[in-house]
Each structure stands twice: as structure tokens, then as C-alpha cells.
């Protein structure tokens, strides 16, 4: 494989450490909801014999949509890399859950194929994951990872353009981008790209690196 970015080199090692926590995460996000939220079948005995409405998938969003909201606000206004760190796992604990038990087991797999570099059968798995629920941002962001890992840039960069879609805000992803365009020489793209990572996630020291060091490298051709 040709040589990545040392922020993203950094970035690809964290990720085999977090991958599998995350994952084991996913599984458990319904005891992290309001009861009323968590996944459950469309109706089933409550008490008193009455029938329990199905959990709301509009309320489920917008609890979602409410948690990420404040998760980010903290984020930008983190006062040290630790705390930053402890709130970007949690966005990426919420990004990993998952109302199907099915692709929740299998990105559990898929994690793991990932960390024993195994990535044909993580990539495999991946293909059915975004088949069962392609609304998934993770699930494409995973699969762009294991690409990219594999040396398949466009396919890694067409799912990147699927997780933007989905998680406009996802600091991961948009770093993933930025290295593919860094990797292909389109060192001011992958500038802006990275800055878009850095202003949803300031605090990320490596990425801070790069930028600054790309940014002596475009500046000196600009002269």
C-alpha cells in the first residue's frame, strides 16, 4: 500500500482499538434510550393486558438528533484533548447503534475481521450490512474504511460521499476524505476537507499536524 498520511496512519491504529468497543456498544444503545424509545416488536402485552404501542422511530430521531446536537456544541467548546476525546466517543457510540439486532451482530464480525486484518470477510460482511440498512451512516463509513485499507480509493470515496450524505457532521469520515484527496495529490481539496474536520472536532492533535504542514507545502507551491 503506498504511504498514508501520518494523521491518518494515527488515525486507522485508533480505529482498530475502538472498532470493536464501539460495535459491542451498538448492541446494548436500547438500555442507553427512554424506554418508550427502545427498539421492540410493532406490539405485545402490557400491563393490564392492554397492548404496548410501538416505540416511535420519530421520537427515537429526535432524541438521537438532540443528543448529537448537544454531544458536538460540547465538543467544539472541549477545553482539553481528554474531554475531547471522551465526548467524540460518544458521538461515535450513537453512531454505531443500530435498531436491527441482525446488523448490529455483524458489524460486531465486521470489527473484528478489521482488527485481524482480515478485510475480504470484513468487506463481505459490510456489503450485507449496507443491504439490510443502507440509512446506516457507520455502516458506510466502516466499509469505506476496510476499501481504503484494501487500496480502493474511488470505492472508499463513493461510500465516504454516502456517509456525508447521511451524518453531514461525521469528523471521521470527512478525515478519511481528506487523506484519499492528500494520497491523489490534491493537497488544497483535502485542505478544505480536513479544516471541515477540524471545525466539527477542533481538538485533534495529528490532523492539527498535517494540516499545518500541508499547509507549508501548498503555500510554498502558491509562491
Known amino acids: 500500500m503506498r504511504s498514508l498520511s501520518r494523521f491518518f496512519a494515527w488515525f486507522l491504529v485508533c ?76 458521538i461515535q457510540h450513537i453512531w454505531f447503534q443500530t435498531r436491527s439486532d441482525t446488523a448490529s451482530l455483524l458489524m460486531q464480525r465486521a470489527a473484528q475481521s478489521i482488527q485481524d486484518s482480515h478485510y475480504p470477510l470484513a468487506l463481505s460482511l459490510l456489503d450485507k450490512i449496507v443491504a439490510l440498512e443502507p440509512q446506516w451512516a457507520e455502516a458506510w463509513n466502516q466499509r469505506a474504511t476496510v ?15 454516502q456517509v456525508i450524505k447521511l451524518e453531514p457532521r461525521h469528523f471521521g469520515a470527512l478525515a478519511g476524505m481528506g487523506a484519499i484527496l492528500q494520497r491523489a495529490g490534491l493537497d488544497k481539496q483535502a485542505l478544505q476537507i ?19 504542514k500541508l499547509k507549508l507545502t501548498v503555500e510554498g507551491r502558491d509562491i
Not at 194 to 212: A, D, F, H
Open 194 to 212: 480536513y479544516g471541515k474536520s477540524l471545525s466539527l472536532y477542533p481538538m485533534q492533535p495529528e490532523l492539527q499536524k498535517t494540516v499545518e
Open 15 to 90: 480505529l482498530a482499538g475502538l472498532l470493536c468497543a464501539n460495535a459491542a456498544a451498538a448492541a446494548d444503545a436500547g438500555s442507553q434510550l427512554p424506554q418508550s424509545d427502545r427498539p421492540g416488536p410493532a406490539s405485545g402485552p402490557g400491563e393490564g393486558g392492554h397492548k404496548k404501542p410501538a416505540a416511535s422511530p420519530l421520537a427515537s430521531a429526535a432524541i438521537r438528533g438532540q443528543m448529537l446536537d448537544d454531544l458536538f456544541a460540547r465538543l467544539q467548546r472541549a477545553r482539553d484533548q481528554n474531554e475531547a476525546q471522551t465526548l467524540a466517543l460518544s
Open 147 to 161: 476499501r481504503f485499507l484494501a487500496d480502493d480509493s474511488e470505492g472508499a470515496m463513493a461510500d465516504i460521499d
